[in-house]
């Protein structure tokens, strides 16, 4: 079963207002990642949380990190049409062993 | 650097035969993984490699899927005697750390069996 389940499935906003998607895993994690995926081919990174961290930014993002109720947000503010993609939350599980991926958010961004 | 490659691109292949996708991870890298994700899906894990232990195989489908990672660098992806459920983008990514840092992904393969 998936580590990680993403919330809402899909998303559908104007450009210009903010989006926020949510992640929630069921073990003990040492980081949690979000990666951002076109056009149904490679993932790109974002960002990475650690465990010990509870909040972090990058440009227009933001990720949030509630350990006590395993779960993670992230935050896309002032959305624009570029930022349409599927949207996807990866953790290790603990112990720095393999990284598995929740189901996805897919965010559509309206001109 | 060079990223991750992954050839074919594309693979359309009849129902029954055997098909090999390649993947070059990024050199120094010590975790590779294979993923698979249907039309509009999630990514399902398929095998993990780290180092020189021995590979996670515990998302393999089936015993018609089996992967090698020679010399710690380039892996191959084995599907014996296709089925058309086995149609799908197959994900290659390499890590330098299992959980600790980003993977780093292929274009993928879109294989078709028709």
């Known amino acids: 079963s998936q580590q990680g389940e993403e919330d809402p499935q899909a998303l559908s906003i104007q450009e210009g207002e903010n989006a926020t998607m949510n992640c929630s895993y069921k073990t003990s994690i040492n980081n949690l990642q979000w990666y951002r995926q076109n056009s149904g081919r490679g993932l790109v990174h974002l960002i990475l949380?650690?465990?010990?961290?509870r909040e972090k930014h990058s440009g227009r993002l933001r990720v949030t990190l509630d350990t006590s109720k395993k779960s993670s947000s992230l935050l896309i503010t002032a959305s624009r049409a570029a930022d349409t993609a599927s949207y996807f939350c990866?953790?290790?599980?603990?112990?720095?062993?393999?990284?598995?991926f929740g189901t996805g958010t897919k965010l559509q961004v309206i001109p | 650097g060079a990223g991750v490659s992954q050839s074919p691109s594309n693979k359309v292949t009849e129902k029954g035969k055997d098909v090999e996708l390649r993947c070059d991870p990024i050199s120094g890298h010590t975790a590779l993984y294979w993923y698979r994700q249907s039309l509009g899906q999630g990514l399902e894990f398929l095998i993990y490699f780290q180092g020189n232990s021995a590979p996670d195989k515990s998302g393999l489908p089936s015993d018609r899927f089996s992967a090698e990672r020679t010399g710690g660098s380039v892996s191959t992806l084995t599907i014996q005697r296709t089925q058309q459920e086995d149609s799908a983008v197959y994900l290659c990514?390499?890590?330098?750390?299992?959980?600790?840092?980003?993977?780093?992904f292929g274009p993928g393969t879109r294989l078709t069996v028709t």
């Open positions: 949380i650690r465990s010990n961290e």
């Open positions: 990514a390499s890590s330098y750390h299992p959980g600790r840092y980003e993977q780093y």
């Open positions: 990866a953790t290790d599980a603990g112990g720095y062993q393999k990284v598995t």
